[in-house]
């Protein structure tokens, strides 16, 4: 990345001075290099009064391709605290100014601005007397080569934190980052994921074929690249002391070579299952591979992500010390930040 950001953590009192939750704006939104410039703005709720986040109705998911992920589109969050009259835009390198409009299908704010890497982009919200804004930079594409793949049939990962997996088979994966030098931040993702078919019968007789989705982000890794001693318990299936988000401190402008294990998705379904009414001609079954994506992330969305793996393995503890989520909104909360991609498919051998 080799970008100099300056920011900065505030605390904001989220309680009124009688007790009442103060009305207030979160922005959440990511700027991915390459792709659709996309903004959600939100009513901001305390923590245990905010709708629930859980829902997803299964009508408005869609199968991932090789370039976009699982689409979420509705859920009881972003129905009941979307904000839809407000007045949002985005400077782009202190000169164009674009003016987002609010999709009524996905619940936020879209224009026709694609961010490419090394823009600066300011992103501001009004309604009322209310006035938010927020900024990041899109790095540059990072660079990951994969080296060697290995499909074992013995597999050490099969319980871990709480997850079964009830596959011998994994893919060992030897990856090279070649880092620029810098200050860097990076996350990186390793999915395993197949596709497939299922014929359900209707009321008279009538045969609807549907496409399902199975997929499991959870990889496994013994280099110290991702070891973060602050995450002392497992958390979703995620051992102790492991994170996928790092910064270059190990490399500093030179290649770095690691090995991933990431177990293979069982057939069975057994997984997360998105179903499509899409028809089989329309999407041929995708065969079991893993996926490589390594992400240049933007100083702000690093930290962000760092606070919330903190957050999620100490809240349950009574003696940890609170965990402050990271934010860079001015006049409100949440984040924005900006990444980049460098992604590459594996195919077992069946």
């Known amino acids: 990345m080799g970008l100099a950001c300056i920011s900065c953590e505030r605390t904001i009192d989220f309680v ?64 009941q605290t979307a904000i839809s009259d407000a007045e949002v835009t985005a400077e782009v390198n202190g000169q164009q100014v674009y003016k987002l409009s609010f999709d009524t299908r996905s619940y936020a704010y879209m224009c026709n601005y694609v961010p490419q890497e090394g823009d600066h982009i300011t992103v501001m919200a009004r309604l009322g007397n209310q006035e938010l804004s927020a900024e990041t930079t899109v790095p540059p594409v990072p660079h990951i080569e994969v080296l060697k793949t290995e499909e074992l049939n013995d597999n050490p990962h099969r319980s871990v934190g709480g997850l079964e997996y009830n596959t011998d088979s994994i893919m060992r ?6 880092d620029s030098g810098g200050d860097h931040y990076y996350r990186l993702r390793v999915r395993s994921e197949r596709s497939g078919f299922i014929k359900s ?88 591979r893993v996926m490589v994506e390594l992400q240049a992330i933007s100083p702000e969305l690093y930290y962000y992500l760092k ?44």
């Open 16 to 79: 009124g001075n009688e007790g009442e939750a103060e009305e207030g704006m979160c922005i959440s939104a990511v700027a991915f290099a390459g792709q659709s410039f996309v903004v959600f703005l939100n009513q901001a709720y305390p923590a245990g009064e905010a709708p629930s986040i859980r829902h997803i109705d299964p009508s408005s998911t869609t199968i991932m391709d090789d370039t976009d992920f699982a689409d979420y589109q509705r859920n009881d969050y972003m129905v």
């Open 173 to 178: 994966l030897t990856c090279r980052i070649s």
């Open 201 to 288: 019968i209707h009321n008279q007789g009538s045969v609807k074929v549907e496409v399902y989705y199975l997929m499991q982000d959870i990889y496994f890794s013994s280099d110290e690249l991702f070891v973060d001693s602050r995450l002392t318990t497992n958390f979703g299936g995620w051992p102790a002391f492991f994170s996928d988000v790092f910064d270059n401190t190990l490399m500093k402008g030179s290649n770095y070579t690691f090995t991933v294990d990431s177990p293979k998705v069982p057939y069975n379904g057994k997984g997360l299952g998105l179903i499509t009414s899409n028809a089989k001609e329309e999407n041929p079954p995708l065969p079991p």
């Open 307 to 350: 606070s919330m793996q903190l957050y999620r393995v100490t809240a349950s503890d009574a003696y940890a010390e609170p965990v402050q989520i990271y934010g860079n909104v001015e006049g409100g909360w949440g984040i924005f930040g900006a990444l980049s991609y460098d992604r590459h498919f594996v195919e077992y051998g069946e």
